[in-house]
């Protein structure tokens, strides 16, 4: 499935649909644990990837050291060609393949696993990273809370932390001058990469949430496709 060309007819998506955006949100569906039974033997992972998702220990709080062995490696950040069709200086997100480009110089692009948002909490359309936030505060939205009353303790806000839903860097989302809810985050379960499981936000490892927050200029233009 993840050959799957990005077509033209989605790269013509106009600014009409994000819809449903009081849905949006960044907590997790709870993920069956991993069955060491019949789980398959970790992949033989190159040092040059052990070192790509190595520990960071002079972050605000010390990030450990990704479990890419949960990982198929095909969401292990990559250089490749660009296939978007998007000019350089724009984020691409490729939903159905599980993919978010960084388009760059010279027609290539740098590409994040993701984990996505579940049914019924997908979108899709273009608007721009407006900003971004180092170790941000989570405030989960109103309607969020509702669903999910166990929130309620964080109605103003979650303090930073390995345990706070954005993890080390969230970039923001917006449409023209309104804020959509939904960001790019980070996340600290490998195991959501590849996966549907969000409420709407796109997540990637800390390690690479941290790469593509240095890459992306405020303003630049984002692509979400369904």
Same mark, same amino acid.
Do not use: K
């Given at each position: 499935?993840?050959s799957?060309?990005?077509s033209r007819?989605h =790269?013509m ?10 849905l949006?949100? +960044?907590t997790? %569906? /709870?993920?069956?644990p991993v069955t060491t039974a019949?789980a398959? @033997?970790p992949?033989s992972?190159p040092?040059?990837?052990l070192a790509?998702y190595?520990a ?5 709080f010390?990030?450990?050291a990704? #479990?890419?062995d949960?990982?198929d490696p095909i969401?292990w $950040? ?5 296939p /978007?069709?998007?000019?350089? &200086?724009?984020?691409v997100v490729? /939903?159905p393949?599980?993919?978010l480009?960084? %388009?760059?110089a010279?027609?290539?692009?740098m #590409?994040?696993g993701v984990g996505?948002g $579940?049914?019924?909490f997908a979108?899709e ?7 971004? $936030?180092?170790?941000? /505060?989570?405030t989960?939205?109103?309607?969020m809370?509702d ?5 309620e303790?964080?109605?103003? &806000?979650?303090g930073?932390?390995?345990d706070? @839903?954005?993890?080390?860097r969230?970039?923001?989302i917006? !449409? &023209?001058?309104?804020d %959509?809810?939904y960001?790019l985050?980070?996340? =600290?379960d490998a195991?959501s990469?590849g ?5 709407g +936000?796109v997540?990637?490892?800390f !390690?690479?949430?941290i790469?593509l927050y240095?890459?992306v200029?405020?303003?630049?233009p984002i692509?979400?496709?369904?």
């Open positions: 499935m993840h799957t060309p990005i007819r =790269m998506l106009g600014t009409s649909s994000l819809a449903a955006l009081a949006a949100g +960044c997790t %569906t /709870t993920i069956p019949v398959p @033997p992949p992972i040092p040059e990837y790509m190595a960071i220990p002079d972050e605000r010390l990030i450990p990704a #479990r890419i949960l990982v969401y $950040r990559r250089e490749v060609e660009n /978007t069709g998007e000019r350089a &200086g724009v984020v490729d /939903t393949n599980r993919f480009y960084w %388009t760059m010279n027609d290539r692009a #590409r994040y996505i $579940r049914e019924g979108w359309g273009r608007g721009h990273i407006a900003y971004g $936030r180092e170790w941000p /505060t989570w989960p939205p109103s309607d809370i669903r999910e009353p166990e929130l303790q964080y109605r103003n &806000g979650m930073p932390g390995l706070n @839903p954005l993890g080390p969230a970039l923001y917006h !449409q &023209g001058n309104r %959509t809810l960001r985050h980070g996340n =600290m195991r990469i996966q549907a499981v969000s409420s +936000c997540r990637l490892l !390690q690479d949430v790469d240095e890459r200029t405020w303003g630049a692509v979400v496709l369904q």
